[in-house]
Antibody, heavy 122, light 109 residues
């Protein structure tokens, strides 16, 4: 079965760079149509889409955060890494990674990780 | 402020039918498919509806989705207490970004 799990620091200081890793199993990111996305949710607030990487290394970013985000994949390790630079307290949120497949449409994430809470504070 | 507009709250009694709306624009809902997610308290979102009206395996047929023009709706029939959750609509936008609604908190009275 498909599983995903996020890992990374739970606390970062303002201006630091956040690096999150999504480790997955049950699918391959080299399979046509497959993608992995990142979505975050500030405490008590709505979901916000951040980035998406496809099997062919096509990458999409939220325009409002594009200058701060980088998404990469390591197919051999079954991992996707998201880096976010210049962290600010407003970036405090639970960060989720999720699986997508073009067969079920854009922005349809059918499997999600449990999420990891990242707090930005000095 | 979210690109897709949802009512912040909705409610119903057990057995009732409730609908949640999602309003967008020609660049997102108007030209792309809509997905719906259910988020139970303290858990990750779950895909409830994809491609406007398709249910993933395991999702009860009490949940249904529809789309017309630049708006979409999620309907829940035979409301149950376990349906109490936050619901989000989502769609791709032609400006090459994913957009979510602000979420609707459903209360089962």
């Amino acid at each position: 079965q498909i599983t995903l799990k996020e890992s990374g620091p739970t606390l970062v200081k303002p201006t630091q760079t956040l690096t999150l890793t999504c480790t997955f199993s049950g699918f391959s990111l080299s399979t046509s149509g497959v993608g992995v996305g990142w979505i975050r949710q500030p405490p008590g607030k709505a979901l916000e889409w951040l980035a998406l990487i496809y099997w062919d290394d096509d990458k999409r970013y939220s325009p409002s955060l594009k200058s701060r985000l980088t998404i990469t994949k390591d197919t051999s390790k079954n991992q996707v890494v998201l880096t976010m630079t210049n962290m600010d307290p407003v970036d405090t949120a639970t960060y989720y990674c999720a699986h997508s497949d073009s067969g079920i449409g854009a922005l349809a994430f059918d499997y999600w990780g449990q999420g990891t809470l990242v707090t930005v504070s000095s | 402020q979210s690109v897709l507009t949802q009512p912040p709250s909705a409610s119903g009694t057990p057995g009732q039918r409730v609908t949640i709306s999602c309003s967008g624009s020609s660049s997102n809902i108007g030209s792309n498919t809509v997905n719906w997610y259910q988020q139970l308290p303290g858990t990750a979102p779950k895909l409830l509806i994809y491609s406007n009206n398709q249910r993933p395996s395991g999702v009860p047929d009490r949940f249904s989705g529809s789309k017309s023009g630049t708006s979409a709706s999620l309907a829940i029939s035979g409301l149950q207490s376990e349906d109490e959750a936050d619901y989000y609509c989502a769609a791709w936008d032609d400006s090459l970004k994913g957009v979510f609604g602000g979420g609707t908190k459903l209360t089962v009275l």
